[in-house]
């Protein structure tokens, strides 16, 4: 470019430099409309001069004409290298007669079919009919108007309007730039600030704005006046987090303190998400989950607060932790001992201090063991076999099981068992009580209630089981036969062979009516020589038929009394039938002792029936 004529316009220098960034891009930065139009105003400027400076040269001689070409090329050398599109018109026809290159691009036309044409074609449709530049002197400054392309899509533009002195003639320059992506983005973000707007005031939780530096309240929506109890957005707007929260926190810590932890928390990563203790303006105190997110729009930083009362969610929080200190007070005060294992696995995963002690473990050495861990080895199969029945509800207790304590020793439980279902898993609660004193008093029972020389139930416990019978018959209408027997001339053998020897044939008896009895029978010693044979479920016609065959078989059975003797016996057996012959349990008893009176009266080594008549006999 060759030098500057000395009588350029002094202004041209400065605006030059405008005109030359513009073309640059470095006036086309991203911001709002009025950026935009600001420097729109700097080209046009720029080219007016210019304009001006050309038009001045072509009045004068040799030298003013070379200065004008030059000015006219200086010219066309902005209008191409602008970033915007320009069009000379002439006013009259209002026809384009020159377009740069930025234009020709915006419009998506040839430049021949461009100039020529009427303005209006692209540039204003909407004002083909009344044009509102009429005067040469008028100008139009940022103008928001419409572009239509060639294509005809719709383009909004800012168009600048001046006249300007081409050839000796006035011309109309028109500047502008495309804000269509700039306009649909400030639209949508309108938008979105109205959405953000309708909900943050809708929101049922309590919503407002903190901004730096003094970090107060900056906004806040109805739910937020409701919760805090504030009378009006500005009243509320005056306070900071610290202003409606108790002076410290339940840590202990200052709540202004920890207030501008959370809050450099929140800017440093974009989000807090933490629990606060915060307090009406009536100075009523509530908790609430406080979530603090870092904003930024429009170049301006600020924190959303989005409190929530959480109130009855701590009430519920502190009523569950109370029922489970409770329950957990309870599962291990039982004196039972609760086992909770998974049901796939069988490992367990809850223990309370009764099966601690029952087994010797601590609870954390039982929390590493299962179900197979706690018998011993050659009873596994039949526990995992009863563990899986309690696991599917077939049983509900498994009694007499063998448990291994840490230090090997066996102890026997009876254990009740039910499946919970917790999240999809099936888990086993096991409940076991240790039944070795039950065996114990069971065993010491059942020594009690034997014979010490024939180990048939005794005297005592014939009465009990009897009256278990009758209770059966009467609720479910069977009867029930009672056998008395006695061994015939029992005292002959005591004197002959001494009693020793009456001891044994008394053990050898009792063997045989053992062996003779149903599973069902009861043989008991009811005393000295006598036996009692309580028969459940049998009629008078099938006792007397036992009676007989047991009556027999020890006529045939040799005993045997030591010494290689062998010496026979025989018996008299009464049968008496409950309800037919007798209706209370001493009737019965007695009916049946009445029956073997008469068969010993009838000669003995036989068996008879009770009749009624027996009774006066008495």
Request: aromatic fraction near 6%; hydrophobic fraction near 40%; charge should be negative.
């Amino acid at each position: 470019m060759t030098s500057p004529n000395h009588n350029e316009d002094p202004r041209l220098a400065d605006l030059l430099e405008v005109i030359f960034k513009f073309a640059a891009g470095d006036l086309t930065a991203r911001g709002t409309l009025s950026d935009d139009e600001s420097a729109l105003d700097g080209v046009m400027a720029g080219i007016n001069i210019l304009g001006e400076e050309l038009e001045a040269n072509v009045a004068g001689n040799k030298q003013a004409q070379e200065a004008s070409l030059e000015s006219e090329n200086r010219l066309r050398t902005v209008l191409e290298s602008v970033q915007a599109g320009i069009v000379i018109i002439d006013p009259e026809a209002h026809r384009i007669v020159d377009v740069n290159s930025f234009a020709v691009r915006m419009i998506g036309a040839p430049k021949e079919s461009i100039i020529g044409a009427v303005c209006h074609k692209f540039i204003c449709p909407a004002e083909w009919d009344q044009c509102p530049v009429t005067n040469l002197h008028q100008t139009v400054d940022n103008s928001e108007r419409v572009l239509l392309t060639a294509t005809g899509e719709r383009r909004d533009i800012i168009k600048t309007v001046t006249a300007i002195q081409l050839g000796g003639r006035s011309h109309l320059l028109e500047s502008f730039i495309d804000v269509t992506e700039r306009k649909r983005t400030e639209e949508a973000l309108r938008a979105n600030e109205e959405s953000y707007r309708q909900l943050f005031e809708s929101s049922r939780d309590a919503l407002m704005t903190l901004a730096p530096p003094s970090w107060r309240f900056t906004s806040a929506n109805q739910a937020t006046l409701e919760l805090f109890g504030a009378a009006s957005t500005a009243a509320f707007t005056e306070l900071g987090p610290w202003k409606v929260s108790p002076e410290r926190q339940p840590d202990g810590r200052s709540s202004d303190e920890k207030a501008q932890e959370m809050i450099a928390t929140a800017m440093r990563e974009g989000k807090n998400f933490f629990e606060w203790e915060h307090q009406r303006l009536d100075g009523s105190p509530f908790p609430a989950d406080v979530l603090l997110t870092r904003m930024d729009v429009g170049g301006e930083v600020f924190l959303q607060a989005t409190v929530r009362d959480i109130t009855e969610r701590k009430r519920a929080e502190q009523a569950l932790s109370e029922s489970e200190a409770l329950l957990r007070t309870i599962f291990d005060s039982v004196q039972d001992g609760i086992l909770l294992a998974e049901v796939q696995s069988q490992k367990f995963i809850m223990v309370n201090d009764s099966i601690c002690r029952m087994l010797g473990y601590s609870r954390d050495e039982l929390l590493e063991l299962g179900v197979e861990d706690i018998h011993p080895e050659k009873d596994v199969g039949n526990v995992v076999l009863q563990m899986a029945r309690l696991a599917k509800n077939e049983i509900s207790l498994a009694p007499n099981l063998p448990v291994k304590r840490k230090d090997g020793t066996v102890f026997h439980a009876d254990i009740n068992g039910t499946t919970i279902q917790v999240k999809g898993i099936s888990f086993l609660v096991g409940v076991f009580r240790d039944i070795t004193e039950r065996q114990r008093a069971e065993q010491a029972e059942e020594l009690a209630s034997r014979d010490g020389l024939t180990n048939l139930y005794n005297h005592r416990r014939f009465y009990s089981f009897l009256k278990d019978e009758i209770i059966r018959t009467q609720r479910f209408n069977r009867p029930v036969s009672l056998l008395m027997l006695d061994i015939d001339h029992f005292k002959r053998v005591n004197d002959t062979y001494g009693h020793q020897a009456g001891d044994a044939i008394i053990k050898g008896l009792s063997d045989l009516q053992v062996q003779q009895a149903r599973t069902v029978d009861r043989v008991c010693r009811y005393g000295g020589e006598e036996f009692m044979v309580i028969l459940p479920e049998t009629d008078a016609t099938m006792a007397m038929q036992i009676a007989e065959r047991l009556r027999a078989t020890v006529e045939r059975q040799p005993f045997d009394i030591g010494g290689g003797m062998m010496v026979r016996i025989t018996v008299s057996i009464g049968v008496a039938t409950y309800p037919q012959q007798a209706n209370a349990l001493e009737e019965f008893v007695k009916a049946a002792d009445l029956a073997l009176y008469a068969a010993k009266e009838g000669g003995r080594n036989r068996v008879t029936r009770y009749e009624a008549a027996m009774a006066g006999k008495d």
